[in-house]
Structure formats: C-alpha cells, structure tokens
C-alpha cells in the first residue's frame, strides 16, 4: 500500500523554466492538497481539491496552477519558476470533507537558482 | 498568515522524561490536529480532536483542547530515541483547510 506518491524527489531548476510535480494517492480519497514548507514558515496551502473536477486557491497559489487529472492524481505545474519558489512541496489526501486526517507523501525538495 | 503557534519552538530531554508542546490559534475552529515529521519525511497525523471535545488519548499521546483559551497541548509520556522529530499542530475551521502552526522541535537524548 503506497499511500501518497510524488515525483520527483528532488529537482533543481533555472529561473524562469516550467515543471510539473507530480502526485497520486491509492487510498480513494476524495480530497488532496498541495503544501509548500519554508524554514520558519510551517506549512503554507497552495492549492487544493475537494473532489475530483473542482479545484480551489489556498494561501499562496500565486504562480503554480493544479490539475485534479482523476480521482487518483494532483499535480501541481510552475509556469516560470522563481527563486522565491525553492522550497518543499508536499501533496496530501484525505477522505474529506470533515474530520479526516491528512495522510503526507515525502516531499519533493525544489531549489531555483 | 498562520493560524496555530507551537511553543516551544525547540525541547531536548532525556529518554524516559514527559514532552509537553503547546498551540495557541486564533480563531474559533472545527477541530484541531497534531502531526509528526521526522526529518526528511512528510508529515504522520498523530490524533485529531474535536472541538466539543476536551482531551484525547493514543497510547503514549495525550491531546487536551481548551476552546476558551484558544490552545491545545500534546504531551507524550515516557518519551523514547524514536520520538525525535517535529511536532505540528493543525487548526480546521471547517472544509478541510488546515493551516499548520511553525513547529516544534523534539529532541530526545539517550
């Protein structure tokens, strides 16, 4: 049982170049998410998914895009990506819409130079 | 803007010793979550409480929640090497938004 899966782990990117992190989850939840985590910072929403075919903004989602391409997968596109964007991203289901927990992938570590 | 804040930021204790972390929010909420991280991983959820209710158990996990004051505390007994990590907590206002508070750092010396 694989849980939440992301590709890549790691990626290095030149300012200004386009990359699409990919997630997909094998436990049929309804909801994912997007996190980005900064040093300090906690955890920061970028975009979510309450159910496949909708799509909404959390707290940061200026400069990445989502596609909810089916139930199972989340992925999250940087059109021209900047410094300010490395960081860790997280993707996370859950069963939604209330009371469930948030299960994690491991992350993909970006940097932007 | 976050909405929890851990405190404190970092603990170290010995192996064997009780760790008690604090959140404080600011807003009324749906429910409260605390997560693990170990380093390099994501985040593990730990226990999720409501917000009618007031204390929480998972083995060695203990989770109160006082709404009035707006804090939660996670207090782990008989701490263990394993229990290295950080410890977040996540406040729900309600569809599944959590916002996560900064962390803290959990060290537990052998």
């Known amino acids: 049982n694989a849980g939440v899966t992301q590709t890549p782990k790691f990626q290095v990117l030149k300012t200004g170049q386009s990359m699409t992190l990919q997630c997909a989850q094998d436990?049929?939840?309804?909801?994912m998410y997007w996190y980005r985590q900064d040093p300090g910072m906690g955890l920061r929403l970028i975009y979510y998914?309450?159910?496949?075919?909708?799509?909404d903004k959390g707290e940061v989602p200026n400069g990445y895009n989502v596609s909810r391409l089916n139930k199972r997968e989340f992925s999250l596109r940087l059109e021209s990506a900047a410094p300010s964007q490395t960081s860790v991203y997280f993707c996370?289901?859950?069963?939604?819409?209330?009371?469930?927990?948030?299960?994690f992938g491991n992350g993909t570590r970006l940097t932007v130079t | 803007s976050q909405q929890g804040e851990e405190d404190p930021q970092a603990l170290s204790i010995q192996e064997g010793e009780n760790a008690t972390m604090n959140c404080s929010y600011k807003?009324?909420?749906?429910?409260l979550q605390w997560y693990r991280q170990n380093s390099g991983r994501g985040l593990v959820h730990l226990i999720l409480?409501?917000?009618?209710?007031r204390e929480k158990h998972s083995g060695r996990l203990r989770v109160t929640l006082d709404t009035s004051k707006k804090s939660s505390s996670l207090l782990i007994t008989a701490s263990r090497a394993a229990d290295t990590a950080s410890y977040f907590c996540?406040?729900?206002?309600?569809?599944?938004?959590?916002?996560f508070g900064q962390g803290t750092r959990l060290t537990i010396n052998p």
């Open positions: 996370a289901s859950s069963a939604g819409p209330y009371y469930s927990p948030l299960h």
């Open positions: 436990m049929n939840h309804n909801s």
């Open positions: 998914s309450a159910s496949e075919g909708t799509t």
């Open positions: 807003t009324s909420i749906n429910n």
């Open positions: 409480i409501r917000s009618n209710e």
């Open positions: 996540a406040t729900d206002k309600g569809a599944q938004k959590l916002v």
